[in-house]
Structures are given as C-alpha cells and as structure tokens.
C-alpha cells in the first residue's frame, strides 16, 4: 500500500492537479466511483488506479474492471488519496487516463452548442451533461475557454463527458460557417433580439452560440448568426446563467421535436 507523500506516483498525479501539468503529461483526472463507472462502461483507457483499501473492499467488481483496462493499479492510504484528488471529501478512488483516447468528431447535424470563452468549469460540466440529456449531437468550445478535461467539468458532467461529443475548436467563427455550409441554421442569443427562442424552428438542424459568462457573445459572432434570440426575463433581471440559457434552448429543441412525431 502506498503510504508517502514522496512516492514518484503520487507526486506526478498531485501535478495533474494543473492544466500546464495535464497539457505536458497528456493526462486528466477521474475523481470518484460513477466517473470511473462510466469509463469503464464505455472501454475508455485507463493509465493509472489508486483506491483506499475501504473502497476496494466496497467496490471489488468494478475495481477488477479498472484493473483490465489500466496499466498500473495502487492500493493507497486515506492521506494520499486526500492528497492525490482535488475534492475536499474523495469518495475513495482516483484514475488517470490519456487525453489523446478520446476521439469524438461533433457532427453537423441535429442540434449542437457553440461556446465561446466559456471560463466555469461547473457552467461547461452542466452543459455537456444537459446537451447529453436533451440529444444533442455534440458540443464545440473555443480554445480559450476552460478545458474540456478540467476535474471539475469532468465532475459537473456527471459522466456524460464519455457520451456527448465533443471538440475544442481553433477557429469558433470558422467553425460556425462550417456549420452553416453543412445546412445548419445559426442561432445567437442576444438580449436585445426581438425573437423569443421558443419562435425558432428547432427541427432544423441548428448550431446554438452562447457566449462568456460575463462578457457574453462577441460582436463577431453574433453578426454571422442566422437568428438571434432572446429568454424573456422579469424587470431588474439582467441575465441568464449561461447554462441555464443553453438547457432552456436544447429543451424547447427537444419538445418540438418530440410534438413533430
């Protein structure tokens, strides 16, 4: 069992606690039972395992499942998995697994997110986790939000960051006009559109552009949008959480879709 603080291990996880260190070591993390659950559930690659002896004894099926898809497996006290995770209460198991095994291609089809600059992990987790939930086709972020491994988005996604594809693009504007070429409808949210979002035809295929949290969607991408939208709010209500505005738009999607079969 592995007890020191100083094991080489423990040290090169603790760094992953980073995005320089996930960056240069081309690792994430997967902090607890159901994100490990739904790694193995679709056959994700796993580099490394450490668990407390608590939670081997809790989990033993799903712990010889991670053993058959990783390449080294630790047994861990209680200090080091506090140490090695970046919640405050671990639940007991902590992975890491490669960032280049993931490869999803968003398709320009159905209904898709575009996000710019999107800085809360929590805010992209929801997201991905909603967009899933609703049949969405994908997820496209631009390359100065957060990033798509960040623990926390991981977390927030409850496990559907293994389902929903997903993508970091370079070039957000391009991408939208690529979306548009394939036949997909834009569609911005701006505060001082004069359509309500539930006035949109969502059984079109349609790529749906939400902005920063704080800043909300630039002026350059909310010029090429075929439609701009906004949510209705009551007096002295400035504004939607950005995750909120995305889950209200990709279930007014889904109902109309739902309602045409």
């Given amino acids: 069992m592995l007890t020191s603080l100083q094991n080489s291990l423990v040290k090169q996880i603790r760094k992953l606690h980073s ?4 960056q240069k070591q081309q690792l994430f993390l997967l902090e ?27 989990h033993p099926s799903l712990w010889q499942e991670a053993l058959s898809r990783c390449d080294r497996a630790e047994i861990v006290s209680e200090e080091v ?61 631009s390359e100065d939000s957060v990033d798509l491994d960040n623990p926390k988005v991981l977390r927030a996604s409850a496990g559907q960051w293994f389902r929903l594809a997903t993508a970091v693009t370079e070039d957000l504007k391009a991408t ?4 548009r070429q394939a036949g997909m409808q834009v569609v911005a949210t701006m505060p001082s559109a ?14 749906i552009l939400l902005g920063n949290e704080g800043a909300g969607l630039s002026a350059d991408l909310a010029a090429i949008a ?17 995750a909120i505005a995305a889950a209200l738009m990709l279930y007014e999607a889904q109902r109309q879709m739902t309602a045409k079969q």
């Avoid at 075929?226 to 209500?237: A, C, N, T």
Wanted: some cysteine.
């Fill in 81 to 141: 998995l506090d140490a090695i995770a970046t919640t405050i209460q671990p639940d007991g198991v902590v992975a890491t697994a490669k960032r280049d095994a993931r490869q999803t291609q968003v398709p320009f089809t159905g209904i898709v997110l575009a996000l710019e600059t999107i800085q809360d992990p929590g805010n992209l987790g929801t997201m991905i986790r909603t967009a899933a939930a609703a049949g969405a086709s994908g997820l496209w972020v």
């Fill in 32 to 58: 607890g039972t159901h994100l490990l659950e739904e790694a193995c559930a679709v056959n994700y690659p796993l580099v490394a395992v450490c668990c407390t002896p608590d939670w081997q004894a809790a």
């Fill in 19 to 22: 995005t320089k260190e996930r």
């Fill in 194 to 207: 004069t359509l309500t979002y539930w006035e949109v035809d969502w059984q079109k295929p349609s790529l």
């Fill in 226 to 242: 075929d439609k701009r939208v906004k949510i209705p709010l009551s007096p002295g209500v400035e504004s939607l959480n950005v």
């Fill in 176 to 179: 939208v006009e690529q979306s």
